[in-house]
């Protein structure tokens, strides 16, 4: 079981991308989808999460800004972010928790994607 990250680049301040995030393997079902953040020099940091009921939760600095929806058919999870900052400048990381036909609990997390904002 592996997750690919993509969609991150170079945005100038204000601007939006959109991050996918794709699990692929032996996945019977997953749960919780969620995306991490970690700037340089700093703790890696909730970005936002949503379950598999679609209940969404967001960390305080990317609220109203920041958008997390999953496509189960897809085995993927996006987050649209707008309005972003140079604040936002980061290695988003993807983390899933998800059953695989082994029968096991797994907690997976992808090898990430780097976002800059910079003018």
């Known amino acids: 079981v592996q997750l690919v990250e993509s969609g991150g680049g170079l945005v100038p301040p204000g601007g939006s991308l959109r991050l996918s995030c794709v699990a692929s393997g032996d996945i019977i079902s997953i749960g919780r989808m969620t995306w991490f953040r970690q700037a340089q020099g700093n703790q890696r940091e909730l970005v936002a999460g949503?379950?598999?009921?679609?209940?969404?939760t967001f960390g305080d600095s990317v609220k109203g800004r920041f958008a997390i929806s999953r496509d189960d058919a897809k085995n993927t999870v996006y987050l649209q972010m707008n309005n972003l900052e140079p604040a936002d400048t980061a290695v988003y990381y993807c983390?899933?928790?998800?059953?695989?036909?082994?029968?096991?609990?797994?907690?997976?997390w992808g090898s990430g994607t780097q976002v800059t904002v910079s003018s």
């Open positions: 983390n899933v928790i998800l059953k695989d036909t082994s029968n096991y609990l797994r907690n997976i």
């Open positions: 949503i379950t598999s009921n679609g209940e969404s």
